[in-house]
């Protein structure tokens, strides 16, 4: 069963820049491709952005230019940077694990609170 955790999150002031950490504590073998979601208070849960285990990348079109991400097979991790933050991008952001067939493997994480405020 695919743990993922992640980790990372914190208080930053526009423009400032975090890094996101999604780490698969057991079943990593099992991942294809890993993703990005946040929710901000009283909004529905968002993509925002994804990766294969080969890292080819997908973006939301909001995130498009400002975010990056990147996987770390021997630390079975994903990373995602987020640059140049606005305070839009305050919400708890989770990761999630897809298998070969993109079948959903885990569960939902805990996630990680970023805030962004001046």
């Known amino acids: 069963q695919v743990q993922l955790v992640e980790s990372g999150g914190g208080l930053a002031q526009p423009g400032e820049s975090l890094r996101l950490s999604c780490v698969a504590s057991e079943g990593y073998f099992s991942i294809n491709a890993m993703a990005w979601y946040r929710q901000a208070p009283g909004k529905q849960r968002e993509y925002v952005a994804a990766?294969?285990?080969?890292?080819?990348?997908n973006f939301a079109d909001s995130v498009k230019g400002r975010l990056s991400i990147s996987r770390d097979h021997a630390k079975n991790a994903m990373y995602l940077d987020l640059n140049n933050l606005e305070p839009e991008d305050t919400a708890v952001y989770l990761c999630?694990?897809?298998?070969?067939?993109?079948?959903?493997?885990?569960?939902w994480g805990q996630g990680t609170q970023v805030t962004v405020s001046s």
């Open positions: 999630r694990a897809y298998g070969d067939s993109g079948q959903r493997v885990g569960s």
């Open positions: 990766i294969t285990s080969a890292g080819a990348a």
